[in-house]
Nanobody, 126 residues
């Protein structure tokens, strides 16, 4: 059974940083499409960043480019999201996702991912 466990969320002031981590279990980490999504109440889940772990290729939403970095820690078998210069509009529940369609990984489409974590809340205040 695949499980994805996120950690690292919290409440910060604008301009500060947070680092999210995702620890998958029961999942073949290598050569797969994984990513981070976020969702606010009443809105669709949107892609933040994805990575194809085979090559390290990444994709980012325009709203987070230059501020967020997705990475893999092969030794620890974790997926990370470094979030810098956070803004109030980054406030959302953040979800780790795995099992995405590799050819479409860069599209960051939630429907193409088969496994999800329970989410971790990120709140950014002025």
């Amino acid at each position: 059974q695949v499980q994805l466990v996120e950690s690292g969320g919290g409440s910060v002031q604008a301009g500060n940083s947070l680092r999210l981590s995702c620890a998958p279990s029961g999942y073949t980490y290598s050569s797969s499409c994984m990513g981070w999504f976020r969702q606010v109440p009443g809105k669709e889940r949107e892609g933040v960043a994805t990575i194809y772990t085979g090559s390290g290729s990444t994709a980012y939403a325009d709203s987070v480019k230059g501020r967020f970095t997705i990475s893999q820690d092969i030794a620890k078998n974790t997926l990370n999201l470094q979030m810098n210069n956070l803004r109030p509009e980054d406030t959302a529940m953040y979800f780790c996702a795995a099992g995405g369609s590799i050819p479409h990984c860069y599209k960051m489409e939630a429907l193409r991912f088969g496994y999800w974590g329970q989410g971790t809340q990120v709140t950014v205040s002025l």
